[in-house]
């Protein structure tokens, strides 16, 4: 018997071996990792690799999800004059730039486009009340984290507020990140009022979950939309930015963007194929609205990634936008994590004469990517890149912006999570006024930050550097 065993042992480390190897989209890297993981430890390494090794949704997800994008169709102008009005300020410099995004999401750039950056969160969340409390015919709102403190109980009033005089309003959350909500007495006085409710990937039975899906695969998009005109896209969670859930590390700093015009038809898409893929409801119709003719505005383009969009989707889009940089690239991102490639992408930029600079939180809420994230440094500083760790709390704003003229704003981060794991929404535009004020923000973070210089980076004890370069290990196999 413990002949047959070991047999069967022994049987099952090659075919996960196999696995590793034969995958499609797997990094050299990657699979060195879990080929070292599975030999080191045959029992634990298969059964993490069965949890955890692929980037699987699960067969009935991904046949819901693709029903739900081919029945979202891309928003269209009324008419062919508007038609050549809305493509007809795309900037030939970044023309490009849209294409990768156009070849992620479906979505063409789009001109028409008005936009703000939010002061801070407090005022996000008071001009999404004012915003809500003003929707004549629909609310759709979606949050990774959804709190139920001040901001979080602000927005759910909002809610019922609006359903109660006739406005349908749909309200999703992801079942991890807002979990406490879901349990909370506030999520069935929001069904009560009449709002429609929703649940992105849902954790119930993980332990059966696992043998139809990867468990930690979540929705981590900000979603907003009123009545297929306004819409907001940033870092922000709905909640107070104290966040008292891991208040030690608050405030929490985001950076959010409003936008007025097309663009909102685009963000409507990511709501819709979402919603559509949780509840079964067809959302088609909203988007079939025809798009008005639009007064001056910037170009602008949704993009929505995730574990079903193709592989490496906001790795390319991160990356196009840096080779495009010629003068000057800010990046602002807390959880810092890259592939060989972005991570690549930014010495060149450095090398090759752009002023780069990488604005990364002090304190990090977590660790292991506190610790991976600082094993890059050496390298980045050794080729030229600016490294400053803010201050001021956690620096939760995911922002890029190149040469003054072009911004990516969003939910997604530099690292593995964000471009395997996680579903994420950005907004890529292009307009010199709404850059330079996202710009301001980001020097303003500069103000409040430490430079980090090779000197002191080539200062850490062996012990700090082999930690650090221990986690980052980690990444490839996460």
């Known amino acids: 018997m413990t002949t047959l065993t070991l047999a069967i042992g022994a049987l099952i480390e090659l075919a996960v071996l196999a696995r590793v190897m034969l995958r499609p989209h797997r990094e050299p890297a990657s699979r060195i990792a879990w080929v070292a993981v599975v030999l080191a430890l045959p029992v634990l390494g298969t059964i993490a690799y069965v949890l955890f090794g692929e980037v699987n949704i699960g067969r009935r997800r991904l ?5 739900a994008m081919r029945r979202a169709p891309e928003p269209l102008p009324s008419l062919p004059q508007d038609a050549a009005n809305l493509r007809a300020e795309i900037p030939g410099r970044s023309r490009h730039l849209f294409r990768v995004g156009q070849s992620i999401s479906g979505c ?13 969160s407090n005022a996000t969340i008071e001009a999404m009340v004012t915003d809500i409390d003003g929707a004549k015919d629909h609310v759709h709102v979606l949050f990774y984290i959804w709190l139920t403190d001040g901001n979080g109980s602000r927005v759910l009033a909002a809610l019922e507020r609006a359903a109660a005089r006739g406005v349908t309003c749909r309200a999703m959350v992801d079942a991890l990140g807002s979990r406490g909500l879901l349990k909370s007495p506030q999520w069935r006085t ?20 696992a043998l139809f899906r990867r ?3 979540r929705n981590h998009r900000k979603i907003v939309v009123v009545d297929n005109s306004i819409t907001y896209c940033g870092s922000q969670n709905c909640a107070d930015p104290e966040f008292r859930v891991k208040a030690k590390y608050a405030p929490w700093v985001d950076a959010v963007m409003r936008f007025e015009g097309p663009i909102a038809q685009q963000a409507q898409r990511l709501f819709a194929i979402d919603w559509a893929s949780a509840t079964g409801e067809d959302l088609a119709e909203l988007l079939r609205q025809p798009l008005r003719a639009p007064r001056a505005g910037f170009v602008a383009q949704a993009i ?15 990356e196009s936008l840096i080779h495009a940089a010629r003068r000057e690239l800010i990046v602002t991102t807390p959880y810092f994590v890259p592939n060989e490639s972005l991570q690549g992408a930014l010495c060149s930029s450095a090398r090759r004469g752009v002023a780069t600079t990488i604005v990364l939180p002090a304190r990090n809420d977590s660790w292991i990517v506190a610790g991976a994230s600082r094993s890059y440094y050496r390298e980045l500083l050794a080729a030229g890149v ?54 301001e923000r980001q020097m303003q973070y500069v103000a409040q930050s430490s430079p980090v210089t090779l000197e002191l980076v080539k200062g850490w004890t062996l012990w700090h550097q082999l930690w650090n370069n221990t986690l980052a290990m980690l990444g490839p196999v996460l």
């Open 63 to 67: 046949e819901k999800e693709r029903e």
């Open 108 to 120: 063409a750039p789009i001109a028409g486009n008005s936009g703000i950056l939010m002061a801070d």
């Open 190 to 209: 929001l069904r009560a009022a009449g709002v429609k409710t929703a649940t992105a990937l849902s954790i119930e039975h993980p332990l059966l979950l």
């Open 215 to 217: 468990a930690d695969l």
């Open 304 to 318: 929505g990634t995730g574990p079903t969009i193709r592989y490496s989707a906001m790795p390319e889009m991160f």
């Open 386 to 439: 600016n490294i400053h760790e803010y201050a001021g709390g956690l620096l939760h704003a995911k922002s890029l912006t190149i040469d003054g003229e072009v911004t990516l704003i969003g939910s997604a981060n530099m690292d593995r999570r964000s471009f395997d794991l996680n579903y994420e929404n950005n907004i890529l535009l292009q307009d010199a006024a709404l850059t330079a004020a996202m710009r």
